[in-house]
């Protein structure tokens, strides 16, 4: 299969490239869209056939849930059986935007999207065109992160087409998306509600938001006991294809461990570096020592490494404080041992 790239504006997406992508996905279709935090494989989510598309594109299994993208609070409302008082305020306050709302499901969404549980993830997404496209094309549409299965979320449409070319038929691209972390996913069908993958809000916002306490993991924890609430947050993901050492320090004197056994090493550093004071044959990258800006360059300085052609990568860790919670999770998961 060919996949057709398509470029569309960031801040105003033109209608006629709306439209073909629009065309595609009512023929159940996958097309790869940007959103405010990675970009998205999306599908027809009522269309069970679509949706079996995204998972056999991504080498998903198929008991992990997607998220379900939707225009407004009403259609959400429709997809779910129940809408609690908690998703009311949380929606009311947070959407559009990076958080996905786990509730009872509606009987009208397939098994497929739901890994065949009772609940489901929504959320209305922010970015103009994600937005614009579930307007244009008047469905919801499924849609996980568009990489393969465990490897690393794409943040622009040259990630996507590096994973899935040949995979969908369409890609549109729209630069870089500015988020750089998937959602939070929150279980509201409790009291109180339940973190299940910390994101782009924050859990004090979430909490000034509820009025009460929810419950919080500590980054890249999975539950000692029970079934996994959400299948995502199985340890390794969001991994890159290398082995990943995450440091308590700068990371140089691991660095220089592992060029001296002889391997090709890419280091990633928070805060740019003393010039030369790492080895000439290391890749070294560097990210901003602000949550914002590190969560937004983090997915392409992964991407950068691994494509750099190296053995081992070293990730000093940032500092471990609230604003930084969502990324530890993302990085001790980056680092986790293959399973
Ligand atoms: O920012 C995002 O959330 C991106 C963009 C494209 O919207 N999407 C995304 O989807 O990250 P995905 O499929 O890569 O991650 C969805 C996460 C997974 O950890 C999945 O297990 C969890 O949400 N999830 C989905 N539905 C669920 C449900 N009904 N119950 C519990 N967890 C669920
Ligand atoms: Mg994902």
Aim: charge should be neutral; hydrophobic fraction near 45%; include cysteine.
């Amino acid at each position: 299969m060919l996949t057709q790239r398509l470029t569309i504006d960031c801040d105003s997406p033109q209608p006629e490239i709306l439209a073909r992508a629009a065309a595609v996905l009512r023929g159940g279709g996958v097309v790869a869209f940007p959103t405010e935090t990675v970009y998205g494989l999306g599908a027809h989510a009522l269309d069970a056939r679509a949706v079996a598309r995204i998972f056999e594109a991504k080498g998903r299994p198929a008991h992990n849930p997607l998220i379900v993208h939707v225009a407004d609070v009403s259609e959400a409302r429709r997809l779910a059986a129940r809408w609690p008082d908690a998703a009311a305020r949380l929606a009311a306050r947070f959407w559009p935007g990076p958080l996905s709302l786990v509730v009872e499901r509606a009987s009208s969404i397939p098994d497929m999207v739901t890994g065949g549980g009772s609940s489901v993830a929504l959320r209305v997404p922010a970015h103009p065109v994600a937005w614009q496209l579930l307007r244009t094309s008047g469905l919801p549409l499924a849609a996980p992160s568009a990489n393969r299965s465990t490897q690393i979320s794409a943040t622009t449409a040259d990630h996507v087409m590096r994973q899935l070319a040949g995979r969908i038929e369409m890609v549109l691209d729209a630069g870089p998306s500015a988020g750089g972390l998937e959602s939070t996913v929150i279980d509201v069908r409790s009291s109180p509600a339940r973190l299940l993958r910390p994101g782009l809000v924050s859990r004090d916002e979430l909490q000034q938001a509820l009025g009460e306490t929810i419950d919080w993991p500590a980054p890249g924890t999975t539950p000692a006991a029970g079934p996994l609430p959400s299948p995502g947050m199985q340890l390794r993901h969001y991994a890159p294809r290398v082995p990943v050492d995450c440091t308590a320090d700068d990371g140089l004197p691991r660095v220089h461990a592992l060029t001296d056994r002889g391997l090709r090493v890419g280091w990633l550093a928070v805060g740019q570096p003393r010039p030369g004071c790492w080895p000439a044959s290391t890749t070294m990258l560097w990210l901003p020592a602000d949550p914002v800006r590190y969560a937004s360059g983090l997915y392409a300085a992964l991407h950068e490494l691994e494509a750099a052609g190296i053995d081992r990568m070293v990730i000093a860790l940032p500092p471990d404080t609230p604003a930084w919670h969502a990324i530890h999770d993302r990085l001790r998961r980056a680092s986790a041992p293959v399973e």
